[in-house]
């Protein structure tokens, strides 16, 4: 089984949210980081968006590495909704898993998501 979890908007460190979460039927991870021009307003925002996502992407890669799960890291510019559909549209994937984030941008996406009948999209809640 293969799960998708996007690094969005709130770049906060979730490796221990969801080394937590995953089980252990999910065998292959992809890690995908969406960098949205309309949210980083400058190449500065950009760039510190994408250095510390990158950051928790290896973070958490290493985490689920230790769980011999296997994983890789996309880094995606564009609108978070379409690459966040499309990576798992293409990459065969059947659960997306999404940090709770306090954002009408972030439950306008996990809407959106949430109606495909290609794969399922689990909420991850802070407290997990």
Do not use: H
Not at 25 to 52: H, P, R, W
């Amino acid at each position: 089984m293969r799960a998708l979890i996007p690094i969005i908007i709130s770049n906060q460190d979730a490796s221990t949210y969801f080394a937590k979460i995953i089980p252990k039927e999910i065998k292959k991870i992809t890690i995908l980081i969406v960098v949205d021009s309309a949210i980083q307003k400058t190449s500065a925002d950009a760039a510190n968006f994408l250095a510390e996502a990158q950051q928790s992407a290896e973070s958490l890669r290493a985490i689920l590495g230790r769980k011999r799960k296997t994983c890789e890291v996309i880094v995606e510019w564009g609108d978070i909704y379409n690459k966040i559909d499309r990576t798992a549209r293409l990459k065969g994937i059947q659960k997306i898993y999404l940090l709770e984030q306090e954002s009408k941008d972030f439950d306008a996406i996990f809407k959106e998501l949430s109606k495909s009948k290609d794969y399922k999209v689990e909420l991850v809640k802070r407290s997990s």
